[in-house]
């Protein structure tokens, strides 16, 4: 596994909350099998003390699809406006490297619950064969409480996304409190669609394709990063560091873009297309140092 090194005030925490992430979903040990539809098994998984058990959904697309294509889906908050109809959007706040970052997200009410949101970072440990992707509530000054939302307590979310001889084999797992009083009605209601999400992400692969995204390393830092779904159009801002040049690369797929997609370059840097496998192309940019932005969208 490769997790990036980085000693940003959320570290620590985060990498704990990683390491609990991988024991909850490294098997079906204590998980009660509640429900299952015709793509996705959800499981319950009862905690002491909390009225939220964690819950889980398994699911497999079948194909020729990529870990990192799928998992470009479940981490972008511009498929999961589609994927997730709870979700009101996320904003970055800071990213503390490529893979490692500070968010912002709000999820929507349903009468008589207001709006919540939620201040949490978010963390990628990438191998050849799975990625895991944890997510978990910190209390940052970057993010204060606002009146317009109750503030929930997000313990423990994220996914397991690995290879398997049919395709490529996701678990979601989330353990939320919501906080406040919530009818049981609506508890029973949100336990059953946040694992099924599982599938709505396979589901939305399998009828979209994957936004562009950045493939290995990177060399400076990343300001920004943003996709729209109902535009097509993926933006990246970033900057060297110290004086050095930054360079990375994104890989962009035929199936979101079947037309061929046009890119735009803000700022002093060097872009190459690189022709790929299935209809991919890479772009890699290099050479910045001063603040840059890439755009892809559909000609």
């Not at 946040?194 to 830092?221: Q, S, W």
Request: proline residues 4%; charged residues 25%.
């Amino acid at each position: 596994m490769t997790i990036l090194e980085s000693n940003n005030r959320h570290s620590a925490q985060t990498r704990t909350s990683l390491e609990h992430f991988k024991q909850l979903s490294a098997s079906l040990d204590d998980w009660n099998l509640s429900s299952q539809t015709k793509h996705v098994k959800v499981y319950t998984r009862n905690v002491e003390g909390s009225t939220w058990p964690i819950v889980r959904g398994d699911t497999v697309l079948v194909g020729d699809y990529t870990i990192q294509q799928v998992a470009a889906v479940a981490f972008s908050p511009g498929c999961r406006h589609i994927w997730d109809e709870r979700f009101d959007g996320a904003e970055i706040k800071e990213f503390f490297n490529h893979r490692e970052a500070l968010f912002h997200s709000n999820l929507k009410g349903s009468w008589p619950v207001s709006g919540r949101d939620l201040a949490a970072t978010t963390i990628r440990d990438i191998s050849e064969d799975t990625i895991y992707i944890s997510m978990t509530s910190v209390e940052d000054p970057a993010i204060p409480v606002q009146s317009s939302h109750v503030r929930a307590q997000l313990h423990i979310s994220g996914w397991k996304i690995f290879k398997v001889p049919e395709g490529v084999a996701l678990t979601y797992i989330t353990h939320i409190d919501i906080k406040g009083s919530i009818p049981s009605a609506l508890i029973k209601l949100i336990q059953l669609q946040i694992p099924l999400c599982a599938g709505r992400v396979a589901h939305y692969v399998k009828e979209n394709g994957h936004p562009p995204f950045i493939i290995g390393d990177v060399t400076g830092k990343l300001k920004r990063e943003v996709f729209d779904h109902e535009k097509k159009e993926y933006v990246l801002e970033a900057e060297g560091v110290d004086d050095e040049e930054g360079s990375f690369k994104l890989e962009v797929g035929k199936a979101m873009y079947p037309k061929g997609f046009k890119l735009k370059v803000h700022g002093e840097a060097e872009a190459e297309e690189i022709e790929g496998e299935n209809g991919v192309k890479y772009v890699a940019i290099s050479g910045f140092k001063s603040p840059v932005t890439i755009t892809i969208s559909r000609p």
